[in-house]
């Protein structure tokens, strides 16, 4: 149980294009998801929470207007790089949390790479 | 602020032998402490967490961490490492209360690396 998806794995785009990364929980519903950012050999830096039927809430730093996040569905999450540039590229990696919201545990998706030209 | 600090880079050890990975934090009031582990090009996947109750936290793959009040520290630790136990580890807080947000605080992650 307790699976979390992320599609695409990987993505190669040309820089000015938008790119949109899809969060999905799979066998529960997740009222928050979260959206991180991860460089090489790095700690994760949380983007932003994404709560459904809501806007999501942006960590300090984090460009709103650029890192475009929707949570329509109690399953679904999508974070769109828009205009992207390759200062962009990294490894996108979503979380999600239950329903239940039991003691703040996150189920995590596998990632998405992300590479701007 | 809460905080966590994994003090170690890197851990390197032989396999067979014990491991520690060190994570020290700062939360006000009772914390949700977690490990994650993270092999190259993947997410994290869980492997403990203390929520309340034994000091002392059973995981997957044999690892187990111990909770320290006094010390405010949650080492992993696990009795003999096998080679595929190298990776990315993380250790992470979370606050519990009227203010919770359900974010997690990660430290900045330990490589361990177990040689043959």
């Known amino acids: 149980g307790a699976v979390v998806s992320q599609h695409p794995s990987r993505v190669i785009c040309k820089s000015g294009t938008s790119v949109k990364i899809e969060c999905r929980s799979l066998?529960?519903?997740?009222?928050?998801m979260f959206w991180y950012r991860q460089f090489p050999k790095k700690s994760l830096m949380l983007m932003a929470t994404?709560?459904?039927?809501?806007?999501?809430?942006?960590e300090q730093g984090v460009e709103k207007d650029k890192f475009l996040i929707n949570h329509a569905s109690l399953t679904l999450s999508t974070l769109t790089v828009t205009s992207a540039h390759p200062e962009d590229s990294s490894f996108y990696i979503c979380?999600?949390?239950?329903?239940?919201?039991?003691?703040?545990?996150?189920?995590f998706g596998p990632g998405t790479r992300l590479t701007v030209l | 602020a809460q905080s966590v600090a994994q003090p170690e880079d890197q851990v390197n050890v032989a396999e067979g032998n014990p491991l520690t990975v060190k994570c020290t934090y700062s939360?006000?009031?009772?914390?949700?402490l977690f490990w994650y582990v993270q092999y190259p090009n993947r997410g994290l996947q869980f492997l403990l967490k203390?929520?309340?109750?034994?000091?002392l936290v059973k995981g997957s793959y044999g690892f187990e961490a111990e909770f320290n009040k006094s010390q405010t520290s949650f080492h992993l630790k696990k009795p003999s490492a096998l080679v595929s136990d190298s990776a990315l580890y993380f250790c992470?807080?979370?606050?519990?209360?009227?203010?919770?947000?359900?974010?997690?605080?990660f430290g900045q992650g330990t490589t361990l690396q177990v040689k043959p």
């Open positions: 979380s999600a949390r239950d329903g239940a919201g039991h003691y703040n545990e996150q189920f």
């Open positions: 066998d529960f519903q997740a009222t928050t």
């Open positions: 994404s709560n459904e039927g809501s806007k999501a809430t942006y």
């Open positions: 939360v006000s009031g009772n914390p949700y």
């Open positions: 203390y929520i309340t109750g034994d000091n």
């Open positions: 992470a807080v979370s606050h519990h209360g009227s203010s919770n947000t359900g974010k997690l605080i």
